[in-house]
Nanobody
Framework: QVQLVESGGGLVQVGESLRLSCTASGSTFSSYTMGWFRQPPGKEREFVATINSNNYRTHAKFVKGRFTISRDNAKNTVYLQMNSLKPEDTAVYYC?????????????WGEGTQVTVSS
């Protein structure tokens, strides 16, 4: 069982920045594929960004150029740097881990952290 703990959410103004962090348990963090998803109010959860064990990154089109995912394997932590925030970025942001083990994949989720962008 892997536990994910997010932090860094909060209330910001339009155009400001936030950095979300997600710390994972486990001794093989460097092998995890880590990601961020978000769920805006009244909408479905959606993909934001992912980073694999080779540091290959993918970002959703709507955040390209504004959000950047990164990881620090020494700290078992993945980050989401969010710049130029917009009201439509308001959502609960969830950390996600996908772990390959014994020819299967296991998926874990954090409890989420609220990001509110006020205009």
């Amino acid at each position: 069982q892997v536990q994910l703990v997010e932090s860094g959410g909060g209330l910001v103004q339009v155009g400001e920045s936030l950095r979300l962090s997600c710390t994972a348990s486990g001794s093989t963090f460097s092998s995890y594929t880590m990601g961020w998803f978000r769920q805006p109010p009244g909408k479905e959860r959606e993909f934001v960004a992912t980073i694999n064990s080779n540091n290959y990154r993918t970002h959703a089109k709507f955040v390209k150029g504004r959000f950047t995912i990164s990881r620090d394997n020494a700290k078992n932590t993945v980050y989401l740097q969010m710049n130029s925030l917009k009201p439509e970025d308001t959502a609960v942001y969830y950390c996600n881990a996908v772990i390959a083990k014994s020819a299967r994949e296991y998926e874990y989720w954090g409890e989420g952290t609220q990001v509110t962008v006020s205009s």
